[in-house]
């Protein structure tokens, strides 16, 4: 069995800043990919930024203003916040893509920007 554990969530002024993290433990071959998406109220879940061995990906929203990195020795990727908007309130999940195949999810962190 695979878990993963979100921190780093909370309340912050616009204009600020946070740091997600995300760490994946158990039964792990490898990692493909890992990532960050966001749900606000009312909304669908949106892709935020991805990370592979190789390559990073951002949704338009959030280029620029976010960076995600990982740590590989330690199966943790880090979602550093800039720059943060009111828009960008929502509950954050990490998502991890696992040899062969397999989609795990994170149980959420809640990201408020208000003043």
């Known amino acids: 069995q695979v878990q993963l554990v979100e921190s780093g969530g909370g309340l912050v002024q616009p204009g600020g800043s946070l740091r997600l993290s995300c760490a994946a433990s158990?039964?792990?071959?490898?990692?493909?990919?890992m990532g960050w998406y966001r749900q606000a109220p009312g909304k669908q879940r949106e892709l935020v930024a991805t990370?592979?061995?190789?390559?990073?990906n951002y949704a338009d929203s959030v280029k620029g203003r976010f960076t995600i990195s990982r740590a590989n020795a330690k199966n943790t990727v880090y979602l550093q916040m800039n720059s943060l908007k009111p828009e960008d309130t929502a509950v954050y999940y990490c998502?991890?893509?696992?040899?062969?195949?397999?989609?795990?999810w994170g149980q959420g962190t809640q990201v408020t920007v208000s003043s």
């Open positions: 990370i592979t061995s190789g390559s990073t």
């Open positions: 998502n991890a893509d696992l040899f062969p195949r397999v989609h795990y």
């Open positions: 158990g039964s792990i071959i490898s990692i493909n990919a």
